[in-house]
């Protein structure tokens, strides 16, 4: 064997040991001033030395399986949509539901009736003692709702939607009125004023015909070949607020669900599935009250956390594991639309992510520049237009969702992190792709490895950063 022979084998080995020992990540990057920077590829090394490590992924320590993301449609979304020519608004859809790129959302959220985020309030039914929903219709719905829906499904044929009420017809609440706290925006006085307890009349003819209400819902929606896969039958039930709303107490929200709805849903063959939610309290007295009950557990599917309710999601994880666990929205910000915003929301996903929900929601998908509700809240969006300019904006949580939703797909897997470095999520796609989405929070780069295995990746993350590595091991 000559000498170039044996120079050309040795070389073939150390280029085979060396692919054996190391591999490539991809790595995207995102700050205030560079939003999706795709770097070089880095090397996932083997770990030879056993070098020190801030944090280390576990890929068999699997938890819970992510079901998707996504946000609300609401009709002032669809007002500032409506401002832009017809290719620049399905650009913008494009970029939230396209399966192969943007957001790639999957799962959406509706309201039934009017909500803070509608052109003013409105239900299905407003006709008095309408018991047998005669007079029930959605026509307002297919002037917004609906269109803004099928502009997405022409992405997302497959898009799963779910629908919560923020209040039933007024003749079906004790005060007569959408809301139940006075305001500037609304015209309720104190004497009316509902600050706890039950807003919907608990009277039997009233339960029934709102769980009627509830199942046309589903029903006329079908028609329209929008399928519901679920009801969440009250958006935030201990609130205090001057828009469209409604006060429930724990046994009401029990009593409702295994005695009217669903009984209702079965007679009627309403597919959708029914859902605890969307709870904004964290008393754990209040989901045991609901949930341990024998008579409602043959209905309900899955829980809906508001993110008041999030100090209940471990134990609804641990004690009922059988039922799916969402985040139904967000923390709504002051119309800022900044980075800080999305720092804190980074947070708050981590927080539901390491208690175990399947799926996220974002709040207002799409706003107008001014980001303002009808009853003068001011919330932050992901997208937010200029109806003057026509000018288009991707906010800093729109990026922060894409490092998410892009690669975590529905049937990834959270896998377990542990160590000094916290600001971290990891997760096993279906194809077997390891996904890691970091945040440095600080003013300064952030030096950083990642212990996976026998193996070592190591970076420095950009100051202020949302960060996605992708590999496989």
């Known amino acids: 064997m000559t000498s170039q022979i044996k120079i050309l084998i040795v ?31 880095l090397t996932l090394k083997k770990n030879i030395h056993s070098d020190k490590f801030d944090v280390e992924i576990i890929p068999s320590g699997k938890q819970q399986t992510i079901d998707g993301w996504g946000g609300c449609f609401n009709e002032l979304g669809w007002d500032a949509l409506m401002s832009l020519d017809s290719v620049s608004r399905t650009a913008v859809i494009k970029e939230f539901f396209d399966p192969n790129e943007g957001l790639k959302y999957n799962i959406c959220r509706i309201p039934i009736g009017a909500n803070d985020y509608a052109l003013n309030w409105y239900s299905l039914d407003e006709k008095r003692d309408d018991y047998e929903m005669k007079n029930f219709n959605i026509d307002r719905d297919k002037t917004s709702l609906i269109p803004y829906i099928k502009a997405a499904m022409l992405f997302r044929p497959d898009l799963q939607i779910w629908a919560s009420p923020w209040s039933p017809p007024i003749w079906m609440k004790t005060n007569n009125h959408y809301a139940n706290k006075p305001g500037d925006h609304n015209d309720l006085t104190e004497a009316n004023a509902v600050r706890s307890g039950d807003q919907l009349i608990q009277k039997k003819e009233i339960l029934s015909a709102y769980a009627l209400y509830l199942a046309k819902f589903s029903i ?15 958006n935030e039930p201990y609130t205090y607020n001057q828009w469209p709303n409604c006060s429930w107490t724990a046994h009401a929200m029990r009593d409702f ?91 708050t996903i981590k927080f539901y992510m390491d208690k175990g929900v399947n799926s996220y929601m974002y709040w207002n998908m799409i706003l107008d520049s001014t980001g303002e509700s009808s009853w003068g809240w001011k919330q932050n969006a992901q997208v937010t237009i200029d109806k003057l300019t026509k000018k288009v904006t991707y906010t800093p949580e ?67 950063s949302f960060n996605t590595f992708t590999f496989k091991l």
């Open 257 to 347: 669900v295994s005695l009217y709805l669903g009984p209702t849903f079965k007679k009627e063959k309403v597919q959708s599935q029914i859902w605890f939610g969307t709870i904004n309290n964290s008393n754990i007295a209040v989901f045991d009250t609901v949930l341990s009950n024998p008579g409602i557990r043959r209905y309900i599917s899955g829980v809906g956390f508001q993110y008041e309710g999030k100090e209940a999601v471990d134990h609804v994880y641990r004690f009922y594991p059988e039922l799916k666990r969402m985040e139904t929205e967000t923390p709504c910000g002051g119309g800022t639309f900044d980075w800080k915003s999305a720092e804190e929301t980074f947070e």
């Open 398 to 464: 729109f990026y922060l969702f894409k490092h998410l939703s892009s690669f975590v797909t529905p049937g990834s897997v959270k896998i377990k992190s542990e160590g000094s470095f916290k600001n971290l999520l990891a997760y096993c796609t279906p194809q077997g792709k390891i996904i890691v989405v970091t945040m440095n929070s600080l003013d300064s780069q952030k030096p950083i490895s990642i212990k996976i295995g026998n193996k070592i990746l190591s970076m420095t993350l950009p100051a202020k």
């Open 220 to 234: 006329e929606y079908h028609k329209q070949g929008i399928n519901l896969f679920a009801i969440q039958f009250q």
């Open 11 to 41: 070389i073939l080995l150390l280029v085979n040991n060396f692919r054996s020992s190391s591999q490539n990540v991809t790595w995207i990057s995102s700050t205030e001033q560079n939003k999706w920077v795709q770097h070089d590829l």
